[in-house]
């Protein structure tokens, strides 16, 4: 037998009938209707916001996140103090030289220097972004920054 629209039928069990409640004592769902006897919930428009009774302390109780939290990803941080360490005299510092010494686990997001030791070396800095502070140190030092 060809499969063609009129022959076409649901799944065994896929479309159920909804009960239909209130059609009199025969239908098994008279009277009153699977409600209980009177009350709040027995009436039309019944049980209003009884979900959120429970809820409510909760909800209530939860402190209030005040402020944001931004999505832009923020660079790794290294102390110059540890730059000073790491790297030798007129040294290169870039963000892959740095995640290759162990300074940061990752230079995805850039390499930002910042204060913390002094540095006495002469370094060339370049592709790095720096604080104030940092960049007149590196360029007292004698360092160069790109």
Same mark, same amino acid.
């Given at each position: #037998?060809?499969?063609? #629209?009129?022959?076409? $039928?649901?799944?065994?069990?896929?479309? !159920?009938?909804?009960?239909?409640?209130?059609?009199?004592?025969?239908?098994?769902?008279? !009277?009153t209707a699977g409600r209980g006897t009177k009350g709040q919930a027995a009436r039309t428009g019944g049980r209003n916001r009884r979900k959120l009774? @429970?809820?409510?302390?909760? #909800?209530?109780? !939860?402190?209030?996140?005040?402020?944001?939290?931004?999505? $832009?990803?923020?660079?790794?941080?290294?102390?110059? @103090?540890?730059?000073?360490?790491?790297?030798?005299?007129? &040294?290169? %510092?870039t963000p892959a030289s740095v995640a290759k010494k162990g300074l940061v686990s990752s230079h995805r997001n850039g390499v930002k220097i910042v204060? @913390?030791?002094?540095? =006495? $070396? =002469?370094?060339? %800095?370049?592709?790095?972004?720096? !604080?104030?502070?940092?960049?007149?140190?590196? &360029? &007292?030092?004698?360092?160069?920054?790109?």
């Amino acid at each position: #037998m060809a499969l063609e #629209m009129h022959n076409l $039928k649901s799944a065994v069990g896929s479309r !159920t009938k909804s009960k239909r409640v209130g059609r009199g004592n025969a239908s098994g769902k008279g !009277t009153t209707a699977g409600r209980g006897t009177k009350g709040q919930a027995a009436r039309t428009g019944g049980r209003n916001r009884r979900k959120l009774r @429970g809820f409510r302390q909760i #909800m209530l109780a !939860t402190p209030k996140l005040r402020g944001f939290k931004s999505l $832009k990803a923020k660079p790794a941080r290294v102390k110059l @103090g540890d730059l000073a360490k790491a790297f030798a005299v007129g &040294e290169s %510092v870039t963000p892959a030289s740095v995640a290759k010494k162990g300074l940061v686990s990752s230079h995805r997001n850039g390499v930002k220097i910042v204060g @913390g030791g002094e540095i =006495k $070396k =002469k370094i060339h %800095v370049s592709g790095c972004l720096l !604080t104030a502070s940092v960049r007149k140190a590196i &360029e &007292e030092a004698g360092g160069k920054i790109k």
